[in-house]
């Protein structure tokens, strides 16, 4: 195998890493077996002392950090031409506009489901506040002398009390 053979086999490997990588792995082998040369070696001996490209190509993925390799992954390759470019600007006021009216959309979704849950706490509120003042009323009233008024009171504050507590349930959830 010729050096160039084996540097394009090995930059073929080394393909899905980052370029500078690829450039300073290719001229440190270049480098290796150009040493092997002038100590006496012929090109193909000093090629297999470098060893295989396939061990080479396996070393460097191990040595690389898996972030380097992902980041080089997610690199965009593809730059816009210009009549990309052109239709993009021409037609931001419909997605700029479009987006907008996204963003409100959710948003608004957004808001609602809170003011549902700020409800169901302000009903539970109330309700506990019902029963307790229900509950005081007819104490008021049973000693006013208006027993059947108390006994009233009392009714309306169990039940503020057990709608309370269903409330309280749904609200929680």
Request: net charge negative.
């Amino acid at each position: 195998m010729r050096k160039q053979e084996f540097l394009a086999q090995l930059r073929k490997g080394l393909s899905g890493l980052p370029q500078d990588e690829i450039e300073e792995r290719l001229t440190f082998y270049s480098e290796m077996i150009e040493d092997q040369m002038e100590e006496g070696f012929s090109e193909e001996e000093a090629i297999l002392s470098v060893g295989s490209v396939d061990g080479i190509v396996a070393q460097v993925v191990a040595e690389t950090p898996l972030a380097k390799i992902a980041k080089e992954r997610m690199k965009s390759k593809r730059r816009l031409n210009a009549g990309e470019i052109v239709l993009l600007a021409l037609g931001s006021p419909i997605w700029i506009s479009l987006g907008i009216a996204a963003f409100a959309v959710i948003l608004s979704l957004y808001i609602s489901l809170w003011a549902v849950i700020i409800s169901l706490w302000a009903v539970f509120a109330s309700l506990a506040v019902c029963s307790i003042s229900g509950v005081l009323a007819c104490v008021i009233f049973t000693v006013g002398g208006n027993g059947a008024s108390g006994i009233a009171m009392l009714a309306v504050g169990f039940v503020c009390a057990g709608l309370s507590i269903l409330c309280f349930t749904d609200a929680r959830q």
